[in-house]
């Protein structure tokens, strides 16, 4: 039998060499990749749903009747709960003397 190892493969021979990366070779092969067929299915735009400024979060644990009653005038404005916390917290303030600097 041969000295060979049976489904061996010699791997010496190969050597790598570095991909060009230039802007010219980079839009050379993007050219020749559209004439073929391929396209570039990167994402054009950021895809998903845009940031919402409203990012703080008030877990308040308040009694149901006055849980109640936030709801009810959430639904009379058209509005959503956090809004009308953000309303009462304003008149405090406004009530109160209390600015941004505070």
Known sequence: ?????AFSIDVGGLKS?????????IAKT????????FIDREPKAKRGRKPSPRTGQ??????PQVQAQIAAEARRRGTQQGVIIEDAWELYCEQHGITDED
């Open 17 to 25: 060499r570095p991909k060009q990366s230039d802007a010219r070779t």
């Open 30 to 37: 993007d050219k020749a990749g559209e004439k073929h067929g």
């Open 1 to 5: 039998m041969s000295e060979r190892k």
């Open 58 to 63: 008030v877990h308040a644990k308040v009694l």
